[in-house]
């Protein structure tokens, strides 16, 4: 018999480049620093990097399944390959998640197989959040991933919402005679003196402590004001917050109306409110929030955290459709094979999380050298998991599309 591994519902990804040493620097490092700040990729001891040739070689080769908690919430991370020599691993994985984490080089941008993992995510309505990593290398810059994203036809992340940035780089300048910050110039750009970020939601400040970047456990967090930050970075993220607003506007007519209330006013818009507008577009694929961060150095890693919280759907707030399927006939049969054809498009319904009725997909398979085959499973509704393998074959069932 096989032995499952059932998969709670939550369920993220990550995705990016394609090559090794990309890939090594860019998506483990941020996963692992989701897992625990204790691991590392260079040292091989990486947790959802299992397989010796993954240690070695520092990349992701199969996709990978793990628990993990996050304030008080259970988030199952599905780590998957970027290279595209294994892009069949995120075709088989993407199919059974709520949210994804589309990650990208803050320094290469938009690359070939990001666009390929991109509409993988698009055809199976998958809701995203971008978050551009390497913000802490000279070269990386916010401005040309955002204007890719969008419905634009020459935009090369599109048909899934305009990209909204909520978040603005925080960069500590040595020379800076008045305060020791700015805000990146005029397009965000990040630099060796990247060391946190603006919550454009909240304004408020997050900067990592530089004496603990190994981990970044230490984390200051205090409001944006002139005196503190300097005049730079405060106007830099006003005109980004009210460009995050007017998209919002345009996204969200329940936010289009409190806006309206308040006057137009975007200062007594209350963060509750925005997070809101952010979580109901995002769903909705309306828009894609945007964060920024060095996962090498563990900045930008929580709030990246919180937003998958408060942004992704949950497993009941994500619609899943099914097809159902009267009856299953032991018969080997080539007519009895047509029957089961013609009575899969039969009949489709929504699956509600709180049914009863066991509703699962088997969407991995794989062998291991001690317990032989392991089967993934993403268990959409139901508590009887044993009808996995003991289900009748002339009863009612749901399969998921």
Not at 27 to 44: A, E, H, L, P, Q
Not at 141 to 155: D, P
Not at 223 to 244: C, F, H, I, N, W
Not at 310 to 322: F, R, T, W
Request: proline fraction near 4%; aromatic fraction near 6%; hydrophobic fraction near 40%.
């Amino acid at each position: 018999m096989a032995i499952p591994i059932i998969l709670l519902p939550l369920c993220f990804q990550l995705k990016c480049k394609k090559t090794k040493q990309e890939i090594k620097n860019e998506k483990n490092f941020t996963s692992k620093r989701m897992v625990t700040i204790i691991v590392d990729v260079d040292s091989g001891t990486t947790i959802t990097d299992y397989l010796p040739s993954e240690r070695a070689r520092g990349i992701t080769i199969t996709s990978a399944s793990i628990p993990l908690l996050w304030s008080n919430h259970l988030i199952n991370l599905i780590d998957t390959p970027g290279h595209v020599d294994f892009t069949i691993e995120v075709e088989r994985s993407i199919r059974v998640l709520d949210g994804a984490v589309v990650i990208i080089d803050g320094v290469a941008g938009i690359e070939a197989q990001t666009e390929v993992v991109w509409g993988q995510a698009a055809r199976n309505n998958v809701a995203k959040l971008i978050f551009i990593n390497k913000m802490d290398r000279e070269g990386s810059n916010i401005q040309h991933v955002i204007k890719n994203v969008s419905n634009s036809t020459r935009a090369r992340l599109r048909g899934q919402g305009k990209g909204v940035l909520i978040q603005w780089p925080l960069i500590k300048e040595e020379d800076n005679s008045n305060t020791g910050y700015s805000g990146g110039g005029n397009s965000g750009q990040g630099g060796n003196g990247f060391c946190g970020v603006v919550d454009l939601v909240t304004m408020n400040v997050l900067e990592w402590n530089p004496n603990h970047q190994q981990t970044g456990a230490v984390i200051q967090q205090s409001p944006l004001t002139v005196s503190k930050y300097g005049m730079d970075l405060y106007e830099k993220s006003q005109k980004a917050r009210e460009t995050m607003i007017e998209n919002l506007t345009e996204a969200d007519d329940e936010f289009l109306e409190e806006f309206l209330k308040l006057d137009m006013d975007s200062s007594q818009l209350k963060p509750e409110i925005i997070k809101s507008a952010l979580r109901r577009a995002t769903i909705a694929h309306k828009i894609t929030p945007i964060l920024c961060g060095a996962s090498f150095k563990n900045v930008g890693v929580q709030p990246l955290m919180d937003s998958i919280l408060d942004y992704l759907p949950s497993p009941g707030e994500k619609k899943v459709i099914g097809n159902k399927i009267k009856s299953i006939q032991s018969s080997k049969s080539k007519k009895s094979v047509d029957k089961i054809k013609k009575m899969e498009t039969a009949e489709e319904t929504v699956i509600d999380i709180n049914d009863k009725n066991l509703v699962a997909l088997a969407f991995k398979v794989m062998q291991d050298p001690r317990r032989g085959a392991l089967v993934y499973v993403r268990v959409y509704s139901g508590k009887d998991f044993f009808l996995l393998f003991c289900f009748p074959l002339n009863s009612s069932l749901y399969v998921p599309m």
